[in-house]
């Protein structure tokens, strides 16, 4: 019976850390984005953790195991994740404000979140090993077992979390539910633990007196914003607020889209505009894929200026399109079409060729690399018409050290597409190349190069409403300088640092 307890203790904490691990990525993704930054910063954490408990624990087994102390080493890490809820908001909220930098914000954050739970939690599995090996000669294999089973016990709290739920619970309660997981996981040690009376009053008193407290902290600095839906889903952290008339959808913290809610298919935001800058180069196209959707403005748009344009939209998140459809006033319909799937794989599959392919799929966090590379490229290509052209948003500089992710980029589609043009959205306000802002890339198959004049005259043509307020501005953004591509890399399907030349 003993031994059976052993076993379940070891399961269980494995199962919670690593659940833990993965819930962490939600809580960072708010204010740090869901980057490769933040990945290793997790994983370094918790392996730190667990490196330091490891050793720990051999060393407090050595030291009169007891059942008592076992008990406490599962105790404490179940107290600390309960109220993890009631501290991370605040704390990332000033190390967000501090700003220590793209790299080492969610280092610090995992650090004071993460790494005190997974020390204590580490501890366990050799102090467990001390506890249940009979004999010197067993040792080894009691070791082996446990460990087996440990691991096990991670996988399933790994699966668990990330399969099932992270979409259906919400961040709160699985952090609640693994604290809860834990304290109650101690208690079924209690029985063979030869603790004092007074000493386990005392501690139901503290925890007692802890939780009043931290029950009466404010959750979430989003509670002082108009929030109207906050959801977690198998990839992101979506959160949808009113603001006057304006209605925003935003991923982790990247605002995605922005609805009028007095006209709800006027294009709010100034990039969305010049992602139609397509048009200009194929005034009759009639087959269009765009991947990514976010609230649905641009192929809303579209769908009443285009009334004959065929739109197949791909986002990858079933959740984004259900909350455009129920937030945003985005319908199917005969000629737009809703597809929840990956990007590349629905265009590798799709048996059409399309005229225009929008890529509005980069966000300024993180980008899908498998989106990016010349393999891409060379896909979209083949499924492109004739004169078919690429149009793809990124947010980037377009010169200096800011500017790598897009000339990588240009860099990648220069062998595959014959002519490529570059508009920096903000630049009709005076804005540097070397800031950050929209940058709009069009490549076409054409290899006849259009004049700047030529696509003013024919952006004038077409206006209804999609392009900027002044039409000159698509003069102003137009980019034909040189650019410098030699300190960036090709991006292939092997080699895609993108999260570096995001956030050089």
């Known amino acids: 019976m003993v031994s059976l307890l052993l076993y379940t203790v070891v399961f269980i904490s494995g199962g919670v850390l690593m659940g833990l691990e993965i819930v962490g990525s939600r809580v960072l993704a708010p204010y740090f984005g869901s980057s490769i930054f933040v990945w290793g910063s997790l994983i370094s954490v918790v392996m730190m953790a667990l490196s330091a408990g490891y050793y720990w ?12 102390r076992l008990l406490m080493l599962l105790m404490i890490p179940g107290i600390m994740i309960y109220f ?63 460990y087996a089973v440990s691991t096990f016990g991670s996988i399933c709290g790994t699966l668990l979390t990330s399969f099932y739920l992270i979409p259906v619970a919400g961040v709160t309660n699985i952090i609640h539910g693994l604290g809860i997981t834990l304290v109650c996981l101690s208690l079924l040690v209690l029985p063979l633990a030869r603790l004092r009376p007074m000493a386990v009053g005392r501690a139901v008193t503290a925890l007692s007196l802890i939780g009043s407290i931290a029950a009466s902290w404010p959750t979430a600095a989003w509670a002082r914003l108009r ?20 209605r925003h959808i935003y991923f982790d913290r990247t605002l995605q889209s922005s609805m009028n809610l007095k006209d709800p298919t006027a294009l709010r935001l100034v990039y969305s505009r010049y992602t139609s ?69 629905f265009l590798a599959r799709s048996p059409h060729q399309y005229d225009i392919i929008l890529m509005d799929a980069y966000y300024s966090d993180a980008m899908p690399f498998h ?49 490529v043009y570059v508009f920096a959205a903000r630049r009709p306000d005076n804005v540097s190349l070397e800031t950050v802002q929209n940058v709009i890339l069009v490549a076409t198959k054409d290899k006849q190069r259009v004049d700047i004049r030529e696509i003013v005259k024919r952006a004038a043509a077409l206006d209804r409403g999609l392009f900027p307020a002044t039409i000159q501005d698509l003069a102003v953004a137009y980019y034909d300088g040189p650019l410098n591509e030699g300190d960036v890399p090709m991006l292939t399907d092997d080699y895609a640092p993108t999260d570096n030349l995001l956030h050089p």
């Open 84 to 146: 993890l809820p009631y501290v991370y908001t605040p704390v990332n909220e000033w190390i967000a404000a501090k700003d220590f930098g793209i790299r080492l914000n969610p280092l610090i954050a995992c650090s004071i979140y993460f790494l005190p739970p997974g020390v204590f939690i580490g501890t366990i599995s050799p102090y467990v090993i001390r506890l249940a090996a009979t004999t010197l000669n067993s040792v080894g294999s009691t070791a082996g077992t446990l």
């Open 277 to 345: 800058l397509g048009f200009t180069f194929r005034p009759d196209a009639k087959k269009m894929l765009i991947i990514g959707l976010g609230g649905g403005s641009i192929p809303k748009k579209l769908e009443k200026e285009f009334p004959n344009l065929e739109m197949d939209v791909v986002e990858i998140d079933p959740e984004v399109i259900k909350i455009a459809k129920e937030h945003f006033n985005v319908k199917e319909s005969k000629n737009l079409r809703l597809h929840a799937q990956d990007g590349r794989l």
């Open 371 to 419: 989106l990016a590379t010349k393999e891409f490229f060379q896909l979209a290509h083949k499924k492109l018409a004739p004169n078919g052209i690429i149009v793809a948003n990124l947010i980037s500089a377009v010169t200096g050290r800011s500017g790598k992710i897009a000339r990588s980029i240009i860099k990648t589609k220069r062998p595959i597409f014959p002519q």
């Open 227 to 246: 929030t109207i839906l906050e959801k977690d889903t198998f990839y992101h952290r979506i959160r949808v607020e009113e603001d006057g008339d304006a």
């Open 57 to 68: 624990g051999g060393w407090l087994s050595a030291r009169e195991p007891s059942y008592g």
